[in-house]
């Protein structure tokens, strides 16, 4: 066929094909539009609509030399949104979806997860973890119907159902929506499930009441495309001061209720502080801006920061396209700077000096029966087997809670939840049937700070099966250390993405392959990190220990936890101030020296 042309017919074609190869990089094609007559080019077309702002940073990051990672060109390709009736057909014929695909499906909150599962996990939005008991009891029902007949709480106060094939991804969404719920954004490069205080609006403590907050946020995303196809996935929390932790310190913005004294440069009251740059997998932590603004101007500030970050966060390298990244290479000033432009106004500033100290925090405040605001109610903590529910516990749970409190089911980032409403009256009657179900309201100093990742049992990434290895460690702990008598929050998480926060748990754990062999045989195991804090005492944890057998993780703990009991000043002193006091290396060197691991040597 090519014989048919002649050498300038050729070269002809072969620029057309090159025009056409770079009209796909750059956006589309501009062809007789030109001024130097019939058939010349003219300058691309100005992007216009809800992904404009997405297409001109892509064009800028090309002009600049830089190559469009892979998502970013399948979201260049096919917006997500556009494409969602193609990616239906084609899930309705049992498939599973494409690297590009599984991409595009988890702007709907489907994530599929082969080979650890041939299936998909669906990811919700649950705005500050609240459920009432007929959504809770119509998510086992779909999750029954759809999926593999469990949920598991995440460590973003969410839900997530698992194994579902192809085929019934679709119903399952559609489900949701039938519910009153979505999985939109739940996940790829989008603003994740929108976190707030478990008990807003109950706890006495607390300076403002997160629910219309979270609620009016994830309202704000749904409704503007423009929102969807960051350069990385997002998260934005709400701490209203209360006695609950919020991690608001681990998101990416967090806002948190704060009271302004007398003498500051704005007005006395309650107003909402700014802190930017957490991702704890990542070894940061958010940092206070200075920046204080009204509750009922987050939204809007909150737009302002992401407007920020799509235009200059790195779409090449997706290791390094957090928000993290951008204000590491500019520093707070220039961003906030910026975040001013976009605002047309400058925020307002105060003197830690001039802000009145917060509210102490309760680590079992998650766990057990606890007394509400309103005289006469309380809240009461369930613990759950590192988040898992079986669909028959969820409507026996539903049927409680509006049997006996309020009817709200409320999710933690302790992957457990709370019931509220609960009259002195019913308590021992909520924990009677909560026992009924093979779960409690009570916990060990180990189990109540347990927090676990899906593993390699439903995760591809992850290198080890975190949520069997977390109860194993726990069963040993209670087993062998009773006199245990303070919480210790262990975090177990398979892979560098850190979902179960491994950083910021007194002691961590990070999925590893250990070899066992001269032939290079490896089995499961972690890294083992010390000292990370949360709260009134956020802090990044220090490795100690690598690639430690996960059948060893058991005694590693045990041994310390038992130098901890040993050389501590008094039980007031927490475990992370005590590694703090003694340094994380001679932790490790007198944790070695404890019979236990010394006979094991």
């Given at each position: 066929?090519?014989?048919?042309?002649?050498?300038?017919?050729?070269?002809?074609?072969?620029?057309?094909?090159?025009?056409?190869?770079?009209?796909?990089?750059?956006?589309?094609?501009?062809?007789g539009?030109?001024t130097?007559?019939?058939?010349?080019?003219?300058?691309?077309?100005e992007?216009?609509?809800?992904?404009?702002?997405?297409?001109?940073?892509?064009?800028?990051?090309?002009?600049?030399?830089?190559?469009?990672?892979?998502?970013?060109?399948?979201?260049r390709a096919?917006?997500?949104?556009?494409?969602?009736?193609r990616?239906?057909?084609?899930?309705a014929?049992?498939k599973?979806?494409?690297p590009?695909?599984n991409?595009?499906?988890?702007?709907?909150?489907?994530?599929?997860?082969?080979?650890?599962?041939?299936?998909?996990m669906?990811?919700?939005?649950?705005?500050?973890?609240?459920?009432?008991?007929?959504?809770?009891?119509?998510?086992?029902?779909?999750?029954?119907?759809?999926?593999?007949?469990?949920?598991?709480v995440?460590?973003?106060?969410?839900?997530q159902?698992?194994?579902?094939?192809?085929?019934?991804?679709?119903?399952?969404?559609?489900?949701?929506?039938?519910?009153?719920?979505?999985?939109?954004?739940?996940?790829?490069?989008?603003?994740?499930?929108?976190?707030?205080?478990p008990?807003?609006?109950i706890d006495?403590?607390?300076?403002?009441?997160?629910?219309?907050?979270?609620?009016?946020?994830?309202n704000?995303?749904?409704?503007?495309?423009?929102?969807?196809?960051?350069?990385?996935?997002?998260n934005?929390?709400?701490d209203?001061?209360?006695v609950m932790?919020?991690?608001?310190?681990t998101?990416?913005?967090?806002?948190?209720?704060?009271?302004v004294?007398?003498?500051?440069?704005v007005e006395?009251?309650?107003w909402?502080?700014?802190?930017?740059?957490?991702?704890?997998?990542?070894?940061?932590?958010?940092?206070d801006?200075?920046?204080?603004?009204?509750p009922?101007?987050?939204?809007?500030?909150?737009?302002?920061?992401?407007?920020?970050?799509i235009?200059?966060?790195?779409?090449?390298n997706?290791?390094?396209s957090?928000?993290?990244?951008?204000l590491?290479?500019?520093?707070?000033?220039?961003y906030?700077?910026?975040?001013?432009?976009?605002?047309?106004?400058?925020?307002?500033?105060?003197?830690?000096a001039?802000?009145?100290?917060?509210?102490?925090?309760?680590?079992?405040a998650?766990?057990?029966?606890?007394?509400?605001?309103?005289?006469?109610?309380?809240?009461?903590?369930?613990?759950?087997?590192v988040?898992?529910?079986?669909?028959?516990?969820?409507?026996?749970?539903?049927?409680?809670?509006?049997e006996?409190?309020?009817?709200?089911?409320?999710?933690?980032?302790?992957?457990?939840?709370?019931?509220?409403?609960?009259?002195?009256?019913?308590?021992?009657?909520?924990?009677?049937?909560?026992?009924?179900?093979?779960?409690?309201t009570?916990?060990?100093?180990i189990?109540?700070?347990?927090?676990?990742?899906?593993?390699?049992?439903?995760?591809?990434?992850?290198?080890?099966?975190?949520?069997?290895?977390?109860l194993?460690?726990?069963?040993?702990i209670?087993?062998?250390?009773?006199?245990?008598d303070?919480?210790?929050?262990?975090?177990?998480?398979?892979?560098?993405?850190?979902?179960?926060?491994?950083?910021?748990?007194?002691?961590?754990?990070?999925?590893?392959?250990?070899?066992?062999?001269?032939?290079?045989?490896?089995v499961?195991?972690?890294d083992?990190v010390?000292?990370?804090?949360f709260?009134?005492?956020?802090?990044?944890?220090?490795?100690?220990w690598?690639?430690?057998?996960?059948?060893d993780?058991?005694?590693?703990?045990?041994?310390?936890?038992?130098t901890y009991?040993?050389r501590?000043?008094?039980?007031?002193?927490?475990?992370?101030?005590?590694?703090a006091?003694?340094?994380?290396?001679?932790?490790?060197?007198?944790?070695?020296?404890?019979?236990?691991?010394k006979?094991?040597?």
């Open positions: 066929m090519a014989d048919a042309f002649n050498a300038e017919q050729k070269r002809y074609l072969e620029g057309f094909a090159s025009g056409i190869s770079a009209a796909r990089l750059t956006g589309g094609l501009a062809l539009q030109g130097s007559g019939p058939g010349a080019s003219a300058p691309p077309a992007p216009i609509g809800p992904d404009a702002i997405h297409v001109k940073a892509q064009d800028a990051t090309i002009k600049g030399g830089g190559k469009l990672c892979e998502q970013e060109k399948w979201k096919e917006n997500p949104f556009d494409g969602h009736n990616l239906i057909a084609e899930a014929t049992g599973g979806p494409k590009e695909d991409f595009r499906w988890r702007y709907h909150g489907l994530f599929w997860v082969a080979p650890a599962q041939n299936s998909y669906c990811r919700l939005r649950i705005p500050n973890g609240i459920l009432q008991h007929w959504q809770f009891a119509g998510i086992a029902d779909l999750a029954d119907a759809h999926g593999g007949g469990y949920t598991h995440t460590t973003r106060a969410n839900l159902v698992r194994e579902i094939s192809p085929e019934h991804g679709q119903p399952f969404l559609d489900g949701l929506i039938d519910l009153g719920l979505t999985a939109r954004g739940a996940g790829a490069d989008n603003i994740r499930n929108v976190t707030g205080s008990v807003a609006g006495a403590q607390e300076l403002l009441d997160t629910r219309p907050l979270a609620k009016s946020w994830h704000h995303i749904l409704n503007d495309r423009s929102l969807f196809g960051l350069p990385r996935k997002f934005v929390a709400f209203g001061g209360g932790p919020v991690l608001e310190e998101n990416d913005i967090g806002f948190q209720a704060i009271r004294l007398d003498g500051a440069a006395p009251g309650i909402m502080r700014l802190v930017l740059g957490g991702i704890s997998g990542h070894r940061d932590l958010a940092r801006t200075g920046v204080v603004l009204k009922e101007d987050c939204n809007k500030v909150a737009d302002a920061i992401l407007r920020v970050f235009k200059n966060g790195d779409r090449t997706r290791n390094k957090r928000m993290k990244y951008v590491d290479a500019w520093g707070f000033d220039k906030l700077a910026a975040v001013e432009e976009v605002l047309g106004t400058k925020l307002d500033r105060v003197d830690p001039h802000v009145a100290p917060r509210g102490g925090m309760d680590r079992f998650h766990v057990g029966v606890h007394k509400q605001v309103q005289p006469g109610l309380n809240w009461i903590g369930v613990i759950l087997p988040g898992k529910l079986t669909t028959d516990q969820m409507r026996a749970l539903a049927k409680i809670a509006t006996c409190g309020d009817g709200a089911i409320r999710m933690t980032v302790w992957q457990n939840f709370l019931f509220s409403g609960v009259p002195d009256a019913k308590v021992a009657e909520v924990q009677s049937r909560v026992a009924a179900l093979g779960l409690t009570q916990a060990s100093s189990r109540a700070g347990l927090v676990a990742c899906t593993g390699n049992q439903g995760c591809k990434f992850a290198a080890s099966d975190t949520k069997g290895h977390a194993v460690i726990a069963d040993y209670e087993a062998n250390l009773k006199e245990l303070v919480p210790v929050n262990v975090h177990l998480t398979g892979c560098h993405h850190s979902c179960a926060q491994h950083y910021i748990g007194d002691i961590g754990l990070i999925g590893a392959k250990v070899v066992v062999s001269e032939e290079g045989d490896t499961e195991g972690y083992i010390v000292g990370g804090g709260g009134d005492s956020p802090k990044i944890g220090t490795e100690i690598k690639a430690v057998r996960a059948e993780c058991p005694t590693r703990i045990e041994a310390l936890l038992r009991l040993a501590r000043e008094d039980p007031a002193e927490s475990f992370q101030a005590f590694t006091r003694t340094g994380p290396e001679s932790l490790r060197t007198i944790a070695e020296e404890q019979p236990i691991l006979a094991a040597a």
